[in-house]
T-cell receptor
């Protein structure tokens, strides 16, 4: 079975600072990895995904993530935070086994101060 | 693309009652999953339907049941509501075999049990 660990339930940054949200996964087979963002009282929006190929993936709103198999990590970064980035971020994994559905981490709330 | 739509957006029920939540999948998506997201938590997998049959289930009791219809719309039914069932219920769809695209999520139904 697969699992996802997100380090830090809350991360605070200043506007313009680097954003780093950490995600580690465990899986017995090669995973597909995703980051979703959730704004208050809304559903989940896909930020970016890793399937195969290039390990550095770019997403919407200037976010990117790097898949590191040796570290079983898929950390999310953005060079310069904007106030509008304040939201909850979820890392998720899916594997091609059984009925294949998403397994989520507990989420990290990103707080951006002026 | 019409996306995933859920109804109603908010619902208040009394403990012991029954509730039905509805979801219309994104056009072309034949697999639908339902998730429960308690306040401050990541989404938890309830079950998944493909071709009108349940093909996967998370750790939820039988009073959580579902249906998928030939047009790929679906329902989540919860009987004998408990206070702990208060949560955001998310519906998500994808095309079978297309794991790499991830799931498209609806905006959710906020259920409050009093």
């Amino acid at each position: 079975a697969q699992s996802v660990t997100q380090l830090g339930s809350h991360v605070s940054v200043s506007e313009g600072a680097l954003v780093l949200l950490r995600c580690n996964y465990s899986s017995s087979v090669p995973p597909y990895l995703f980051w979703y963002v959730q704004y208050p009282n809304q559903g989940l929006q896909l930020l970016l995904k890793y399937t195969t190929g290039a390990t550095l993936v770019k997403g919407i709103n200037g976010f990117e993530a790097e898949f590191k198999k040796s570290e079983t990590s898929f950390h999310l970064t953005k060079p310069s935070a904007h106030m509008s980035d304040a939201a909850e971020y979820f890392c998720a994994v899916i594997v091609n086994s059984g009925y294949s559905t998403l397994t989520f981490g507990k989420g990290t709330m990103l707080l951006v101060s002026p | 693309e019409t996306g995933v739509t859920q109804s109603p957006t908010h619902l208040i029920k009394t403990r012991g009652q029954q509730v039905t939540l509805r979801c219309s999948s994104q056009s072309g998506h034949n697999t639908v999953s339902w998730y429960q997201q308690a306040l401050g938590q990541g989404p938890q997998f309830i079950f998944q339907y493909y071709r009108e049959e349940e093909n996967g289930r998370g750790n939820f009791p039988p009073r959580f049941s579902g249906l998928q219809f030939p047009n790929y719309s679906s329902e989540l039914n919860v009987n004998a509501l408990e206070l702990d069932d208060s949560a955001l219920y998310l519906c998500a769809s994808r095309e079978v075999g297309d794991l790499g695209s991830g799931y498209t999520f609806g905006s959710g139904t906020r259920l409050t049990v009093v």
